[in-house]
């Protein structure tokens, strides 16, 4: 099996916790060649716990250096377009964290430059790779028999886990000047999407959009293709939770996220024809090897059956990875590349139009 070099770009929550003690357990396909971060004391740290890194002085020169194969771009949202571009300037693999850019403009200028791009794209939507996601694409009712579909999301942030279950560093060494511009470079992509006027609380909901709920509306297209438009959007707890209602012609689609700091997660997509119910229910993905699992419900002579798959501990990461691993040596096209990405950033753009249109509280 080819191993691949990787360089990693961004060495924060996400890396630390998933991508780096994946990428060592999966060892037989890759090594930790390189990496690279804003912050001094986050690449002493990867270096010391991963002697295979070398550590770069630059984002650049880690992805033009000859001795990496494949570029994970890990770095905060605003920088993804700049990175990726220097990345298939080099002719490198590519694993970009969702979301893929925070605008379509943005996503649309790296497909013109990526048409003929003979190298892997990847964007790292894990949950389309979870083995309960997988499983029910052969149990779903068939499209036309769907009368409803719901999706949540009801969870609190990533740090209320990790605190619990990961020594994570956060950072203090970082050049304040550096976090401001790119606080400020953030805030002028979105609001190319909200609007230069927008209200703080649309702003945060366009936030969630692309953090948050990027993951269920790329499972949602992955699973029942694209909507035919959004019927509804509205916001509330001043932009930290949204309610949207797709149209799927004889069928509406409801997805819900709710953010709190109660230390709780539950995720769950339920797919429903008049006699089958196919749910798919997630546990938060910063414990590495939660299950997922699988409900089927069936009406019967004695009413409603439920077979349950599961629970299954296959990591949803881990499979990512193995995938896009296969993609590489394959030479095969992801299912999540920035194509697919662009319809998802489409969406997005819709469902503030329609938040401005509703308004919220």
């Known amino acids: 099996m080819a191993v691949i070099r990787v360089g990693l770009v961004g060495l924060g929550e996400v890396a630390q916790s998933i991508h780096l003690p994946v990428l060592a357990d999966q060892r037989d396909r890759w090594v930790i060649a390189g990496v690279y971060d804003v912050s001094p004391s986050l690449v002493a740290l990867c270096k010391s716990e991963y002697p295979t890194a070398k550590a770069f002085e630059t984002a650049e020169a880690l992805i033009k250096s000859p001795d990496i194969d494949a570029v994970f771009v890990l770095s905060s949202d605003d920088t993804h377009s700049r990175f990726v571009q220097v990345a298939v300037a080099a002719d490198k693999h590519i694993l970009l964290e969702k979301p893929a850019c925070l605008t379509v403009r943005e996503i649309d200028e790296l497909l013109a430059l990526t048409t003929n791009y003979a190298k892997t794209i990847f964007v790292g939507y894990m949950r389309r790779y979870a083995p309960a996601y997988l ?12 009368t409803h579909v719901r999706i949540f999301d009801l969870i609190s942030e990533g740090r209320h886990f990790l605190k619990k279950s990961q020594n994570i560093l956060y ?3 970082i050049d304040p000047a550096l976090l401001e511009r790119g606080a400020k470079e953030r805030d002028a992509l979105i609001r190319e999407v909200v609007g ?12 969630g959009l692309t953090a948050l709920s990027s993951h269920h509306l790329s499972a949602m297209r992955g699973l029942l293709g694209e909507p035919k438009r959004v019927v509804a959007a509205y916001r509330t707890n001043g932009g930290a939770n949204t309610s ?16 709190d700091d109660l230390g709780l997660f539950d995720a769950m997509i339920e797919v429903r024809s008049n006699t089958r119910r196919v749910r798919i229910i997630y546990d ?9 699992r699988l409900e089927v419900t069936e009406a019967g002579p004695l009413g409603p059956v439920t077979r349950t798959f599961g629970p299954l501990y296959g990591d949803a990461f881990s499979n990512e990875l193995e ?6 040596t394959d030479g095969t096209k992801p299912l999540t590349d920035l194509g697919d990405s662009r319809r998802d950033l489409a969406l997005m753009a819709e469902i503030i139009e329609q938040m401005k249109e509703t308004g919220g509280r």
Request: charged letters at 25%; one cysteine or more; proline letters at 9%.
């Open 171 to 173: 950072p203090r060494d």
């Open 196 to 207: 230069s006027d927008a209200p703080a609380d649309l702003v945060r909901a366009y936030r």
């Open 323 to 328: 995938i896009f691993h296969r993609h590489i």
């Open 135 to 146: 499983a029910a694409k052969d149990e779903l009712p068939a499209f036309a028999d769907i």
């Open 244 to 259: 949207v209602t797709f149209d799927y012609g004889h069928f509406a689609c409801l997805y819900d996220a709710v953010v």
């Open 284 to 292: 938060t993905p910063y414990i590495r090897s939660l299950p997922t």
